[in-house]
């Protein structure tokens, strides 16, 4: 059996969950979130608890009833709790600013690159650190890496955007000939 599938989530007071035929619906203090069930996985709410129980042994449900535990407690965490990540813009003349939901990126290139923030995504700017949070896991992780593929760090100087806890391994320069 699967080592995390098997786990139940538990379901925090202030969520409810309402498990459809093939929907799970989660609202929370911070908003509402959807999840399909796959097929062959079968959810349970059992009191505080939801549990993931799978039809066969079939290699393809084994993988998949990990997933929905994960995606599960994914949406529950979210709900209530919410998920953020940070990153750090590094370079002399890099500057961001956020004006309503258009973040605008000025990092070294010919021109100021714009990015349009999905609904459901919170964006703060302090100093050098771009902070977004949502109750998504899914699409705050996507809007960070976006953003963050606009100018990803280079080696030599550590120049261009990363996340807050990334380390850059840095690479010596070029090795000229001694005098």
Do not use: C, W
């Not at 098997?6 to 969950?17: N, Q, S, W, Y």
């Not at 996507?142 to 100018?151: G, L």
């Amino acid at each position: 059996m699967s080592r995390i599938g098997k786990l139940p989530v538990k379901i925090p007071t202030g969520v409810t969950v309402e498990v459809g035929q093939d929907t799970i619906t989660v609202n929370g203090p911070k908003g509402s979130l959807n999840q399909f069930t796959l097929p062959g996985i079968k959810v349970k709410q059992d009191n505080d608890n939801l549990i993931i129980e799978r039809d066969s042994d079939d290699r393809l449900l084994k993988s998949g009833h990990g997933l929905m535990r994960s995606l599960l407690n994914n949406l529950i965490v979210g709900v209530s709790e919410g998920f953020t990540k940070k990153l750090e813009v590094n370079g002399v003349g890099y500057r961001v600013n956020l004006q309503g939901q258009v973040l605008k990126l000025s990092v070294g290139l010919s021109h100021d690159v714009t990015y349009n923030i999905p609904t459901g995504v919170n964006v703060v700017i302090e100093q050098n650190i771009i902070t977004i949070s949502g109750i998504d896991k899914q699409q705050v992780g996507q809007v960070a890496a976006e953003i963050r593929a606009i100018k990803k760090p280079e080696p030599y100087k550590g120049k261009g955007i990363k996340y807050e806890n990334e380390r850059i391994i840095r690479k010596s320069g070029k090795s000229g000939k001694e005098k």
